[in-house]
């Protein structure tokens, strides 16, 4: 049996114990960053774009990134520790690890990554941001929290994200 994947309001009550600040704002469901652009006025801080990749090992990883960076799918692999070059992971396996759809997905997903099926991979350009937005599990909100919460976040939930230069 399988657990029903966290929401939102888990995610924030996650957050509120580890003592992290956060700010959420609701709107319209987004399903791509140029859909999202219109947010840019009344939501500060780094706006993320994140890639569910997996190789041929089927090792999964989500790569965030900031909403305008450009990845090369060709060349990825080779900074992140893939076996092989990265395709793109189907969105059964983003449900299923994730507890995500796709247009939803978001570094805050690792809250349902109990197996510890997933390497997260931030982009060292977004980190500079001081604030970081994803997601809250779900596209019609935005959740903004600290870059250094966001590391602390996923730590609390066994996860040790990698920070790397993946963007060109």
């Not at 114990?17 to 960053?33: G, S």
């Not at 793109?88 to 299923?96: D, V």
């Not at 250094?148 to 990698?162: K, Q, S, Y």
Request: glycine share 6%.
């Amino acid at each position: 049996m399988t657990t029903a994947p966290k929401t939102a309001e888990d995610l924030y009550r996650f957050l509120d114990d580890l003592k992290i600040e956060h700010k959420t704002k609701h709107h319209e469901p987004v399903f791509t960053v140029a859909e999202s652009v219109a947010l840019r006025d009344e939501i500060p801080g780094g706006h993320t774009k994140n890639l569910f990749v997996k190789d041929k090992k089927d090792q999964f990883f989500l790569l965030t990134v900031e909403e305008n960076a450009v990845v090369d799918l060709k060349t990825v692999h080779t900074l992140i520790g893939a076996a092989s070059k990265v395709s793109f992971g189907k969105p059964e396996k983003l449900m299923e690890y994730l507890g995500v759809i796709p247009g939803a997905v978001t570094a805050f997903g690792a809250i349902n990554d109990t197996g510890h099926n997933v390497t997260f991979v931030l982009d060292k350009d977004l980190m500079e941001n001081d604030i970081i937005n994803g997601h809250p599990l779900s596209n019609d909100a935005t959740t903004s929290i600290g870059r250094d919460d966001l590391i602390r976040f996923m730590e609390a939930t066994g996860h040790t994200p990698l920070v790397l230069k993946v963007t060109a």
